[in-house]
T-cell receptor, first 105, second 113 residues
Framework: KNEVEQSPQNLTAQEGEFITINCSYS?????LHWLQQHPGGGIVSLFM???GKKKHGRLIATINIQEKHSSLHITASHPRDSAVYIC???????FGTGTRLTIIP | DAGVIQSPRHEVTEMGQEVTLRCKPI?????LFWYRQTMMRGLELLIY????????DSGMPEDRFSAKMPNASFSTLKIQPSEPRDSAVYFC???????????FGQGTRLTVV
């Protein structure tokens, strides 16, 4: 069993929809990392959070350390949000399986 | 800072040849990670360094792979001899220290024919 599990693995939505991607982990951590990988291949750090909520533009990340669960939300989704979203545990950067998001115009 | 810099961006080589991938971490970052990404296996950690010292190389697939970090501003990942199954995108990432936010290079796309 992976230490970091994401769901869903694939998600297709219409432009403007509210998107939620979930991440559960089995190891004890002090923080969690959300990454974005675009079709071109580059990996970008979105958030590193250890409690509560962080917001950056239309992206919101929440984490519950006790429940070992984090969510990434995208409001008013846009086709340019289409990418693979990956959650990672900082210790050695153990990655989740990724969620491939496709936003249809 | 220009971010994590990897070179080359693309490498095509023949089976059996030696391949060297290079990484320059962000200045001041003490942790450096090498990853391999394939369609089948996703992102896999190969090795990581802390203060230029290899801490965990359990992800290195076999003895054909080796990594060095001679100083705080440079690391190499070498494959000798290369095989077609080594074809992948290799990413380098650095962070201020272990367990802090990591920043990735653009990756090196390696094709072994």
């Amino acid at each position: 069993k992976n230490e970091v599990e994401q769901s869903p693995q694939n998600l297709t939505a219409q432009e403007g929809e509210f998107i939620t991607i979930n991440c559960s982990y089995s190891v004890g951590i002090s923080a969690l990392h959300w990454l974005q990988q675009h079709p071109g291949g580059g990996i970008v750090s979105l958030f590193m959070l250890s409690s509560g909520k962080k917001k950056h533009g239309r992206l919101i990340a929440t984490i519950n350390i006790q429940e070992k669960h984090s969510s990434l939300h995208i409001t008013a989704s846009h086709p340019r949000d289409s990418a693979v979203y990956i959650c990672a545990v900082p210790e050695k950067l153990t990655f989740g399986t990724g969620t491939r998001l496709t936003i249809i115009p | 800072d220009a971010g994590v810099i990897q070179s080359p961006r693309h490498e095509v080589t023949e089976m059996g040849q030696e391949v060297t991938l290079r990484c320059k971490p962000i200045s001041g970052h003490n942790s450096l990670f090498w990853y391999r990404q394939t369609m089948m296996r996703g992102l896999e950690l190969l090795i990581y360094f802390n203060n230029n010292v290899p801490i965990d190389d359990s992800g290195m697939p076999e003895d054909r792979f080796s990594a060095k970090m001679p100083n705080a501003s440079f690391s190499t990942l070498k494959i000798q001899p290369s095989e077609p199954r080594d074809s992948a995108v290799y990413f380098c990432a650095s962070s201020l220290r272990v367990n802090t936010e990591a920043f990735f290079g653009q990756g090196t796309r390696l094709t072994v024919v």
